[in-house]
């Protein structure tokens, strides 16, 4: 069985602080992991994603994230917010490929105070 | 180079009438998928489609119909809506599959009052 937990529903941080939302997930497998931004009245972009390569993965926009395999967590960091970092921020777990091995956290809302 | 459509972006409907969402893509991508995004539940599977001619159930497909005619085109059917398919529906569309970037269209409100 696989599931992706985001353990934050909602994360507040000042203009030029650093950013952490955490993911842990659970899988049988080496899954792929994906971190997707989604932007008011907006479809979901992709921030980066991790494939089995460098456990550390840089994103767009200055974002990056770590899949550490012994804590089962693939945490999404930036060192320094800006106010357009203000959206919902989803944790995805592919688990064996397939549509339905694709499972979606519940996301986590950054607000970013000027 | 419009990528991923989706139309319409907001529509109200009533319960028991039929809706369909429609969905284009213009990359050629094999894959295409359906997602409803609901407070509290990210987003859930309803269909998707590995090529033209092919299609499988997600997560939730109860309520809905797919086709695929065309590589570009996926249209989604709600047959007979009910209230509890209010909701934000997204279409996205991969060039492999799971294990690759799914690119996102803006959405569709749907609300059955």
């Known amino acids: 069985a696989q599931s992706v937990t985001q353990l934050d529903s909602h994360v507040s941080v000042s203009e030029g602080t650093p950013v952490l939302l955490r993911c842990n997930y659970s899988s049988s497998y080496s899954p792929s992991l994906f971190w997707y931004v989604q932007h008011p009245n907006k479809g979901l972009q992709l921030l980066l994603k991790?494939?089995?390569?460098?456990?550390l993965v840089k994103g767009i926009n200055g974002f990056e994230a770590e899949f550490k395999k012994s804590e089962t967590s693939f945490h999404l960091t930036k060192p320094s917010a800006h106010m357009s970092d203000a959206a919902e921020y989803f944790c995805?777990?592919?688990?064996?490929?397939?549509?339905?091995?694709?499972?979606f956290g519940t996301g986590t809302r950054l607000t970013v105070i000027p | 180079d419009a990528g991923i459509t989706q139309s319409p972006r907001y529509k109200i409907t009533e319960t028991g009438r039929q809706v369909t969402l429609m969905c284009h893509q213009t990359w050629s991508h094999s894959y295409m998928f359906w997602y409803r995004q609901d407070l509290g539940h990210g987003l859930r599977l309803i269909y998707y489609?590995?090529?033209?001619?092919?299609?499988d159930k997600g997560e939730v497909p109860d309520g809905y119909v797919v086709s695929r005619s065309k590589t570009e085109n996926f249209p989604l059917t709600l047959e007979s809506a009910t209230r509890s398919q209010t909701s934000v529906y997204f279409c996205?569309?991969?060039?492999?599959?799971?294990?690759?970037?799914?690119?996102f269209g803006p959405g569709t409100r749907l609300t059955v009052l």
């Open positions: 489609s590995a090529a033209a001619d092919i299609t």
């Open positions: 995805v777990v592919s688990d064996q490929g397939g549509a339905n091995n694709l499972f």
């Open positions: 996205a569309s991969s060039l492999l599959g799971t294990y690759n970037e799914q690119f």
């Open positions: 991790y494939t089995s390569a460098a456990t």
